[in-house]
């Protein structure tokens, strides 16, 4: 159990530094658009820093997407693919429900939602069910 816990700290700060890499990813990303838009109006050949902010946006979303917290236990990508423990609750109920979209009887919940448009929250690894964050991701 001590070993969980440990292992559910080590998780905490990831997700922290995750949190913290998302959101000035996401500054710079509004930054960016709003910078191209000035040049757009401002500089004549503004169209060459639009396409510019444009790559830097989209290494920026990549990075990010690359760094996705993994799992502290078994190291597998908490997103994507579903194991057979529900994300949402950490029951090893998860089975496919209507319309083979994965179902979990413990807490009632499908995992509906394609990337970036998730409808549930992910609190445990889907693969070996270890409970990472009440809050969820
Ligand atoms: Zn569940
Ligand atoms: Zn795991």
Request: contains cysteine.
């Amino acid at each position: 159990m001590e070993e969980r816990d440990q292992l559910r700290e080590r998780f905490r700060r990831t997700l922290s530094a995750f949190r913290l890499r998302r959101n000035i990813a996401s500054i710079t990303g509004v930054a960016a658009v709003f910078l191209s838009w000035y040049a757009l109006r401002r500089v004549p050949d503004g169209g060459d820093l639009f396409w510019i902010a444009a790559v830097v946006v989209v290494c920026i979303t990549t990075g990010i997407a690359n760094t996705m917290p993994r799992c502290p236990l078994c190291d597998s990508r908490l997103h994507g693919r579903l194991g057979h423990f529900c994300p949402n609750c950490g029951a090893a109920e998860l089975a496919p429900g209507r319309l083979g979209v994965p179902y979990c009887s413990a807490c009632r919940t499908y995992m509906t939602g394609m990337k970036g448009r998730r409808r549930y929250k992910i609190r445990a690894c889907t693969w070996c069910g270890l409970m990472l964050d009440e809050t969820g991701l």
